[in-house]
């Protein structure tokens, strides 16, 4: 599986972006795609996740509200909408895949996830 993500870019901080990660390759029946991040000097951490098959979305509590995973069956593609942007959402963002993957804790976890795409920078000024 390759992922390709997209849509990152500067805006100031209220206003909004949205990331893209399209998918192709060896695809699977079931499976979940998140979006994680990673700011300098930190640690990757969960944004969200969507489980393909029935559209289960999870969120961090910090993006609650303002962030919306989406995806297209047809495109292979799942969406990020971030809306409210704030600085502290500056990032690289990398969107993830992996099979028969639907726990809500697993979805979470970085090392549930074996496909990364390449990561977007999203940067949030004041």
């Known amino acids: 599986v390759q992922l390709q993500a997209s849509g990152g870019g500067l805006v100031q901080a209220g206003g909004s972006l949205r990331l893209s990660c399209a998918a192709s390759?060896?695809?699977?029946?079931?499976?979940?795609m998140g979006w994680f991040r990673q700011a300098p000097g930190k640690e990757r951490e969960f944004v969200a996740a969507?489980?393909?098959?029935?559209?289960?979305?999870y969120y961090t509590d910090s993006v609650k509200g303002r962030f919306t995973i989406s995806r297209d069956n047809a495109k292979k593609t799942v969406y990020l909408q971030m809306n409210s942007l704030k600085p502290e959402d500056t990032a690289v963002y990398f969107c993830?895949?992996?099979?028969?993957?639907?726990?809500?804790?697993?979805?979470?976890?970085?090392?549930?996830?074996?496909?990364w795409g390449q990561g977007t920078q999203v940067t949030v000024s004041s």
């Open positions: 390759g060896r695809t699977f029946s079931s499976y979940a």
């Open positions: 993830a895949a992996e099979a028969d993957l639907s726990s809500s804790i697993m979805l979470k976890r970085a090392r549930s996830y074996d496909y």
């Open positions: 969507i489980v393909w098959s029935d559209g289960r979305a």
